[in-house]
T-cell receptor
């Protein structure tokens, strides 16, 4: 199993551009989530999904959209990138809900100029 | 706001010594988890302790949980240089919040 994969690993955007961060898992996990990690801030939950077709907001959802059309994929869309969205983004999955072991992807380092 | 808060923010020890990190949280929980993050990598799950458990062991790791004080500790015994990483606690309350982590450096 590949586990949780994320693409791209690095990305540089200009302010106002849009892009999609990809996340996929091959463990048939129902729960998937997106976090951002800023220096000294730990991880903050952006959006999460408890299954295909179901998404919900986390702690810091503004400026991001998600969808969950399949169990495997959970893309994160930046609608109009801002410098404040410069961060490292992690995708995670778990078999049932957020309260058990989560498996993390390797992260996407995003810089918005 | 962050649910888990780790203490200390940074810890530097010699190889072979024990490392203790603490975590405090604010609301009631069902379980608490500890994760490790090596520089530039994703988080790796270490151990989960449920609210009705007081202590749990996994190899060189020992985790305690005191729900009355809303705190947990992670003890790494006989530390190795490979244990150098950041350690995070996370609770299942309020959307799985993580603290800012403890940066552990183990000097060979």
């Amino acid at each position: 199993n590949a586990g949780v994969t994320q693409t791209p690993k690095f990305q540089v955007l200009k302010t106002g551009q849009s892009m999609t961060l990809q996340c996929a898992q091959d463990m048939n996990h129902e729960y998937m989530s997106w976090y951002r990690q800023d220096p000294g801030m730990g991880l903050r939950l952006i959006h999460y999904s408890v299954g295909a077709g179901i998404t919900d907001q986390g702690e810091v959802p503004n400026g991001y959209n998600v969808s969950r059309s399949t169990t495997e994929d959970f893309p994160l869309r930046l609608l109009s990138a801002a410098p404040s969205q410069t961060s490292v983004y992690f995708c995670a999955s778990s078999s049932t809900d957020r309260g058990i072991e989560q498996f993390f992807g390797p992260g996407t380092r995003l810089t918005v100029l | 706001s962050q649910q888990g808060e780790e203490d200390p923010q940074a810890l530097s020890i010699q190889e072979g010594e024990n490392a203790t990190m603490n975590c405090s949280y604010k609301t009631s929980i069902n379980n608490l988890q500890w994760y490790r993050q090596n520089s530039g990598r994703g988080l790796v799950h270490l151990i989960l302790i449920r609210s009705n458990e007081r202590e749990k062991h996994s190899g060189r790791l020992r985790v305690t949980l005191d729900t009355s004080k809303k705190s947990s500790s992670l003890l790494i015994t006989a530390s190795r240089a490979a244990d150098t990483a950041s350690y995070f606690c996370a609770t299942d309350a309020n959307d799985m919040r993580f603290g800012a982590g403890t940066r552990l450096t183990v000097k060979p």
